[in-house]
């Protein structure tokens, strides 16, 4: 079993930059691909970006590309979101995901444990 603590959402304004961090505990942190998702209220779960375990393979959703950076550190159990130059539409609760295996996917039902989620607000 894997669990996820999401941490760094909070309140912003349009232009500006946050950075989540996804802590992950329970196993070997470096055998999972892991990714986040984000949800609007009043929307489905948006696919936004997307790890492989060592990292070479990299997915970012098409509303994101260009504005945010995935990264993950294996030796802290840790995975980043940078969100630079943040819209009023990123405002979502964004979710941390894990999936028992190395590749990175992009579906949410290829992911088998989630985070409880961070908001982020971002005001224009």
């Known amino acids: 079993q894997v669990q996820l603590v999401e941490s760094g959402g909070g309140l912003v304004q349009a232009g500006g930059s946050l950075r989540l961090s996804c802590a992950a505990s329970?196993?070997?942190?470096?055998?999972?691909?892991m990714g986040w998702f984000r949800q609007a209220p009043g929307r489905e779960r948006e696919f936004v970006a997307a790890?492989?375990?060592?990292?070479?393979?990299?997915y970012y959703g098409e509303s994101v590309k260009g504005r945010f950076t995935i990264s993950r550190e294996n030796a802290k159990n840790t995975v980043y979101l940078q969100m630079n130059t943040l819209k009023p539409e990123d405002t979502a609760v964004y979710y941390c995901?894990?999936?028992?295996?190395?590749?990175?996917?992009?579906?949410?039902?290829?992911?088998?444990?989630w985070g409880q989620g961070t908001q982020v607000t971002v005001s224009s």
């Open positions: 790890i492989s375990w060592s990292g070479p393979t990299i």
């Open positions: 995901v894990a999936r028992d295996n190395v590749g990175a996917r992009i579906r949410l039902a290829d992911y088998d444990y």
């Open positions: 329970g196993r070997t942190f470096g055998t999972y691909a």
